[in-house]
């Protein structure tokens, strides 16, 4: 909200939501809201696929964009009606990757409500916390999730848990219960359409008046996701429908998408990634997306094929599954992507969209030279919506790998057209600076953020000087026609601090992963007396390597010199790695966002 706002802050956030001078009130977009959006694709291509869904076990529902609209606006009527919700309240979901998921999501936006969705994998006293922040008013729960929300939304006796402010849960999915209501059973039957362009009924009883404060605007708050931080309590993104919206758009203008072409969302959808990239993106453009439980290394090539998919998010820790399956699948005398999978079938898909962690160029030399499919790297974060910038469509495979591989980091590329981007000091002054010069990755546009919900303080800081400060280190070179090709070199925050010289974690992960037989190398930062902090890593090797701890420090030596290189090596067999599919960094902090 913008009530804890002061007035300079509130002005820096505005100047940050400008893209060359352009205000945000001054839509790139012509649609009303959300619901516009879907009643379009409804009327006009009522037989077209839109959502495909493929559960855990393989059982494959398809809804047109008829069929969808339809589930949305009976939704829509049971949350209205059943649940009380109106314009303006935040709606909680405990969920996974489901059809029902994305209606919800849907049904909310209609209203003008927003969706706060919650991240299974973390801890009950994170999520009570995130519940209680985000003020809303109801949890819709999966089923398998139940026992665990009612512990966390009711957990009186425990500390740190307990949600007050959620007034109601309701389940989705499995058997009806008496004790909640049952989102299944109660939207069956209801009316398809609104009354008007107001209050959404239960009967054609004409005598309803119009509720004129449930036709939802593109200013209205559309998501709630909570940042992962390094320290503190995570903090609340305020993402609007224009900004879904507007952000998709510079999404498919990078990308080339279009109506006739489908994704495929594998990463978990209370991300942004997953939302806007293969949700939202598809459906501003008429297109149609798969939706999986979740990435599956060997269901992968064979749904690309069944399902004609043409784009896949992904982040790079599913790059390098995928090369591994690869290769334990040409060990087992299958072929490169699985047994009885031809090749021959692919001629469809286009391209990997990879960002949201740290890229090796090692991994971007073996997964291209083995499959021979163009990885578009990006980068973005929950703060600009989603993706602000990409490796542009129109280069070279040869250009491409040059971006990729030739400058120590690949490159994530140029901003898309909803934003700007640009490098400022780091010391948070304001000075920006030229191209090769380090510094941070600073952001403007349209699809910058509302703002951090309830807290003034870091929206002061990150807006300072009228850019949205990322917090992550790079830099930028420029192509032949201008274009600003950036690079991210770290973390600020995360940086290693040895003696007063700061080294980025990217460059020492980088020359680990040189080291035949290392699969995953953490820089990690301890305690040294004389220095504050000192240089080490965390390893995980491939089954039946053996480097030594000896080894992997003389590699490092020598490509890097003393100051720079590892002084211990801890060796270890579980990757530290969150439900997005991210390696979670040395801070346990996941790289962007």
Same mark, same amino acid.
């Given at each position: 909200?913008?009530?804890?706002?002061?007035?300079?802050t509130?002005h820096?956030?505005?100047?940050?939501q400008?893209?060359?001078?352009?205000?945000p009130?001054?839509?790139?977009?012509?649609?009303?809201?959300?619901?516009?959006?879907?009643?379009?694709?409804a009327?006009?291509?009522? #037989?077209k696929p839109?959502l495909?869904?493929l559960?855990?076990?393989?059982?494959?529902?398809?809804?047109?964009y008829?069929?969808?609209?339809?589930?949305?606006?009976?939704?829509?009527?049971?949350?209205?009606?059943?649940?009380?919700?109106?314009?303006g309240d935040?709606?909680?979901?405990?969920?996974?990757n489901?059809?029902?998921?994305v209606i919800?999501y849907?049904?909310?936006w209609?209203l003008?409500?927003?969706?706060?969705?919650?991240?299974?994998t973390?801890? #009950?006293?994170?999520i009570?916390?995130?519940?209680?922040?985000?003020?809303?008013?109801?949890?819709? &729960?999966?089923?398998?999730y139940? #026992?665990r929300?009612?512990k966390?939304?009711?957990?009186?006796?425990?500390?740190?848990?307990?949600?007050?402010?959620?007034?109601?849960i309701?389940t989705?999915?499995?058997?009806?219960?008496?004790?909640?209501k049952h989102?299944?059973?109660? &939207?069956?039957?209801?009316?398809?359409?609104f009354? !008007?362009?107001?209050?959404?009924?239960?009967s054609?009883?004409?005598t309803?008046?119009?509720?004129?404060?449930?036709?939802?605007?593109?200013?209205?708050?559309?998501?709630?996701?909570y940042?992962?931080?390094?320290?503190?309590?995570?903090?609340?993104?305020v993402?609007?429908?224009?900004h879904?919206?507007?952000?998709?758009?510079?999404?498919?203008h990078?990308?080339?998408?279009?109506g006739?072409?489908?994704t495929?969302? &594998?990463?978990?959808?209370?991300? &942004?990634?997953?939302i806007?990239?293969?949700?939202?993106?598809?459906?501003?453009?008429?297109g149609?997306?798969?939706?999986t439980? !979740?990435?599956?290394?060997?269901?992968?090539?064979?749904?690309?094929?069944?399902?004609?998919?043409?784009?896949?998010s992904?982040?790079?820790?599913?790059?390098?599954?995928?090369?591994?399956?690869?290769?334990q699948?040409?060990k087992?005398?299958?072929?490169?992507?699985?047994?009885?999978?031809?090749?021959?079938?692919?001629?469809?898909f286009?391209?990997?969209?990879?960002?949201?962690g740290?890229?090796?160029?090692?991994?971007v030399r073996?997964?291209?030279?083995t499959?021979?499919?163009?990885?578009?790297h990006?980068?973005?974060l929950?703060?600009t919506?989603?993706?602000?910038?990409h490796?542009?469509?129109?280069?070279?495979?040869?250009?491409?790998?040059?971006w990729?591989?030739?400058?120590?980091?690949?490159?994530i590329?140029?901003?898309?057209?909803?934003n700007?981007?640009a490098?400022?000091?780091?010391d948070?002054?304001g000075?920006?600076?030229?191209?090769g010069?380090r510094g941070?990755?600073?952001?403007?546009?349209?699809?910058v953020?509302?703002?951090?919900f309830k807290?003034?303080?870091a929206?002061?800081?990150?807006?300072?000087?009228?850019?949205?400060?990322?917090g992550?280190?790079?830099?930028?070179?420029?192509?032949?026609?201008?274009?600003?090709?950036?690079?991210?070199?770290?973390?600020i925050?995360?940086?290693?601090?040895r003696?007063?010289?700061?080294?980025?974690?990217?460059?020492?992960?980088?020359?680990?992963?040189?080291?035949?037989?290392?699969?995953?190398?953490?820089?990690?930062?301890?305690?040294?007396d004389?220095?504050?902090?000192?240089?080490?890593a965390?390893?995980?090797?491939?089954d039946?390597?053996?480097v030594?701890? #000896?080894?992997?420090?003389?590699?490092?030596?020598?490509?890097? !010199?003393?100051?720079?290189?590892p002084?211990v090596?801890?060796?270890?067999?579980?990757?530290?790695?969150?439900?997005?599919?991210?390696?979670?960094?040395?801070?346990?902090r996941l790289?962007?966002g």
């Amino acid at each position: 909200m913008s009530h804890d706002l002061d007035t300079k802050t509130a002005h820096n956030i505005h100047l940050a939501q400008h893209i060359d001078g352009i205000p945000p009130e001054r839509r790139r977009l012509p649609f009303r809201n959300m619901r516009h959006l879907l009643s379009l694709h409804a009327k006009t291509a009522p #037989d077209k696929p839109y959502l495909i869904h493929l559960d855990k076990d393989g059982n494959r529902e398809m809804l047109t964009y008829a069929e969808f609209n339809a589930r949305v606006h009976q939704t829509a009527n049971f949350l209205y009606d059943d649940c009380g919700v109106r314009r303006g309240d935040r709606v909680a979901t405990i969920a996974y990757n489901h059809s029902e998921t994305v209606i919800i999501y849907m049904a909310c936006w209609i209203l003008g409500a927003a969706v706060a969705p919650q991240n299974v994998t973390e801890d #009950d006293r994170r999520i009570a916390f995130i519940l209680r922040n985000s003020e809303a008013v109801i949890c819709l &729960v999966r089923h398998d999730y139940l #026992d665990r929300a009612e512990k966390i939304i009711y957990g009186d006796l425990i500390e740190e848990l307990g949600a007050p402010n959620i007034r109601e849960i309701i389940t989705f999915g499995g058997q009806a219960t008496e004790k909640y209501k049952h989102f299944n059973t109660l &939207v069956q039957n209801l009316p398809t359409t609104f009354l !008007g362009d107001g209050a959404p009924v239960k009967s054609n009883d004409d005598t309803l008046k119009k509720a004129d404060d449930v036709v939802a605007q593109l200013d209205d708050e559309a998501l709630l996701v909570y940042t992962s931080g390094t320290t503190g309590a995570p903090k609340g993104v305020v993402l609007t429908q224009y900004h879904l919206l507007v952000d998709a758009y510079g999404i498919s203008h990078a990308q080339h998408i279009t109506g006739s072409q489908r994704t495929m969302c &594998v990463l978990p959808i209370h991300h &942004v990634n997953g939302i806007v990239m293969t949700l939202i993106t598809p459906l501003l453009v008429g297109g149609s997306t798969v939706l999986t439980r !979740g990435f599956s290394a060997h269901n992968f090539w064979r749904t690309i094929i069944e399902e004609k998919v043409n784009i896949v998010s992904v982040v790079p820790t599913l790059l390098q599954f995928l090369l591994e399956h690869s290769r334990q699948q040409q060990k087992e005398g299958h072929g490169l992507l699985g047994e009885n999978i031809n090749r021959r079938g692919l001629t469809h898909f286009r391209h990997f969209v990879c960002g949201a962690g740290t890229l090796a160029l090692a991994l971007v030399r073996d997964f291209e030279d083995t499959f021979g499919f163009p990885i578009l790297h990006g980068y973005g974060l929950s703060e600009t919506t989603c993706y602000s910038c990409h490796l542009p469509l129109d280069l070279t495979w040869e250009e491409r790998q040059s971006w990729l591989l030739d400058y120590g980091y690949p490159s994530i590329g140029v901003a898309i057209i909803t934003n700007e981007m640009a490098i400022f000091s780091a010391d948070g002054s304001g000075q920006q600076l030229g191209a090769g010069e380090r510094g941070e990755i600073c952001i403007r546009g349209h699809n910058v953020m509302k703002n951090y919900f309830k807290r003034p303080d870091a929206n002061a800081e990150t807006f300072k000087f009228g850019w949205f400060r990322s917090g992550d280190e790079g830099f930028y070179r420029e192509d032949e026609r201008g274009r600003k090709f950036f690079f991210i070199t770290g973390r600020i925050k995360e940086l290693i601090n040895r003696g007063g010289v700061k080294f980025s974690p990217f460059d020492i992960e980088e020359i680990l992963l040189e080291v035949k037989g290392v699969k995953v190398g953490l820089a990690v930062a301890f305690k040294n007396d004389y220095y504050g902090e000192e240089v080490g890593a965390y390893i995980v090797l491939q089954d039946g390597a053996t480097v030594t701890a #000896d080894e992997i420090i003389a590699h490092c030596r020598n490509r890097m !010199g003393f100051e720079k290189s590892p002084k211990v090596v801890i060796f270890g067999t579980e990757i530290p790695v969150s439900r997005s599919g991210n390696i979670r960094s040395s801070r346990n902090r996941l790289r962007g966002g």
